[in-house]
């Protein structure tokens, strides 16, 4: 069983930054790939960036230049730097990690999000 756990997040003016945190912890063997979506009212949760265990990532085309994911693969953790924040960035933004564990019975693919945490950019 694997949890993601979330920290960061908050209220900002235009302009502003914030930091979003997430630590995965628990039984497997690795993870592949760990990645940031968001969800605003109303609306489908997109895919904001995403990081692979090699350091490659790729980000959502509106938040090129402003936001910057990165991995600490000791620490099983990922972060996402959000600077020049907009008001259309405004969501709940959630932690997802696909991974793999090891055990008696094989190879067994995975993947899990986090709770899920706020971000409000003013105007």
């Known amino acids: 069983q694997v949890q993601l756990v979330e920290s960061g997040g908050g209220s900002v003016q235009a302009g502003g930054s914030l930091r979003l945190s997430c630590a995965a912890s628990g039984t497997f063997s690795a993870i592949n790939v760990m990645a940031w979506y968001r969800q605003a009212p109303g609306k489908q949760r997109d895919l904001v960036a995403t990081?692979?265990?090699?350091?490659?990532?790729n980000y959502l085309d509106s938040v090129k230049g402003r936001f910057t994911i990165s991995r600490d693969n000791a620490k099983n953790s990922v972060s996402l730097q959000m600077d020049s924040l907009k008001p259309e960035d405004t969501a709940v933004y959630y932690c997802?990690?696909?991974?793999?564990?090891?055990?008696?019975?094989?190879?067994?693919?995975?993947?899990?999000w986090g709770q899920g945490t706020q971000v409000t950019v003013s105007s």
């Open positions: 990081i692979t265990a090699g350091g490659s990532t």
């Open positions: 997802f990690a696909a991974g793999f564990s090891v055990d008696i019975r094989g190879r067994n693919s995975w993947q899990d």
